[in-house]
């Protein structure tokens, strides 16, 4: 396993992006809504960073099948607190494709929350995203296959503190 984010600045990063949230929504109440299962670790440490009155949510989908994205996305459990005419803050884990957080975000203005905006882990500098921006992002990472804090590959590895590249995922160069 190559570290590529330690525990350290990781939690250094949550904090700065959980004052900056709670600027930015500063007088109004919020709505987290966090996607299961990648975001489940990053979005509980974000959340008592954020001094706001919040409620929170989640759902479940995938794109993801054999660590590579399969190009189309499944809403495996739907949300539970309504959301019209709420401040959406939508947490996730990473924009890869981005395919996720394009659905997501059509999804919940068809559901007329008042705004949506998001909040990813990590952003991968890849070339061929369909959704490229997210509000908040706490790191750039190169465009390769990540697990830890929440992270999975075949659903292990999410407990890990920090974020890591496999080795096998690594060329020999990189591997030494
Ligand atoms: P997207 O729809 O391609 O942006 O994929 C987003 C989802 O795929 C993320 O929310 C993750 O759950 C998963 N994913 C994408 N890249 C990685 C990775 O490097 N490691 C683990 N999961 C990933
Ligand atoms: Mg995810």
Same mark, same amino acid.
């Given at each position: ?76 459990? /739907?949300?539970?607190?309504?959301? =019209? ?5 939508? #947490?996730?884990?990473? &924009? $890869?494709? *981005? ?34 921006? /997210?509000?908040?992002?706490?790191? =750039? ?5 990540? #697990?830890?804090?929440? &992270? $999975?590959? *075949? ?22």
């Amino acid at each position: 396993m190559k570290i590529l984010l330690t525990e350290t600045e990781i939690a250094e990063r949550v904090a700065q992006l959980g004052r900056e949230i709670t600027e930015a929504y500063r007088g109004r109440e919020l709505t987290v809504i966090t996607v299961m299962n990648g975001a489940v670790v990053f979005a509980a440490d974000l959340l008592r960073k954020i001094d706001l009155p919040l409620q929170l949510d989640s759902f479940a989908a995938s794109s993801y099948e054999n660590d590579r994205s399969s190009g189309k996305i499944t809403i495996r459990s /739907a949300l539970k607190l309504p959301v =019209r005419g709420r401040h959406v803050l939508l #947490v996730d884990d990473i &924009l $890869d494709t *981005g395919l996720s957080m394009k659905c997501a975000m059509e999804y919940f203005r068809s559901l007329d929350a008042a705004s949506v905006r998001t909040c990813v882990l990590m952003d991968k500098m890849r070339k061929d995203k369909v959704c490229a921006h /997210a509000d908040w992002v706490g790191f =750039r990472i190169p465009d390769r296959y990540v #697990v830890g804090y929440g &992270l $999975d590959s *075949g659903e292990y590895y999410r407990n890990l503190p920090y974020v890591g590249i496999l080795t096998d995922e690594l060329d020999g160069q990189e591997k030494a």
